[in-house]
């Protein structure tokens, strides 16, 4: 009997060891997913602040790219004015040589008024390709922009994927932690 109740007692020293040390695994196990959740709870912050970070950013290209396109809008109204000053002019030009053919009365005052018009039509012609060149520019500044935004765009689809995939593994982890 004695012989048995030794054994009994080392068996049961046996499973009491082994308790013991799965016991000790399973909270090496629990302290290893809790620093897992707390790790992907941060990274879900940061990727949050990250987001609204990109999300401002969008927003401030968004304004600049109505103010550019604001611009452009002044610009082809200015080129407008401009091309009807031209033609004005030009109309002029041909008026006053229509009149010189006419008339040989005012012949000597016709060439100054010619000189005029002409130095007119050249201004407005200068005008003109500076309002187009200002046009080309806003055009180039508003392509930025809005190369700038699809950046910033795919930058937030990018960081929602990875708050989702953060999130789903948080999930993962405490589903871990109940079962």
Do not use: C, H, W
Not at 150 to 155: F, N, T
């Amino acid at each position: 009997m004695l012989l048995d109740l030794k054994a009994e007692l080392a068996a049961y020293m046996e499973s009491k060891v082994l308790e013991d040390e799965t016991n000790e695994l399973r909270k090496k196990e629990l302290e290893e997913v809790k620093m897992s959740i707390e790790k992907a709870t941060s990274e879900v912050n940061s990727l949050k602040e990250a987001s609204i970070l990109l999300q401002s950013e969008l927003e401030e290209e968004k304004l600049i790219l109505n103010n550019l396109k604001e611009s452009e809008e002044k610009a082809s109204a200015k080129v407008t004015d401009l091309q009807v000053e031209l033609e004005k002019s030009q109309s002029a030009i041909a008026f006053l040589q229509m009149k010189e053919n006419e008339t040989r009365e005012i012949m000597a005052e016709l060439p100054k008024k010619l000189q005029a018009a002409a130095e007119e039509a050249d201004e407005a012609k200068s005008l003109a390709l500076v309002a187009q060149a200002e046009l080309v520019e806003a055009q180039e500044e508003a392509e930025q922009a809005k190369a700038s935004l699809a950046s910033l765009g795919s930058k937030l689809q990018a960081t929602q994927k990875e708050i989702g995939a953060a999130k789903v593994s948080e999930k993962l982890a405490k589903d871990s932690i109940k079962a």
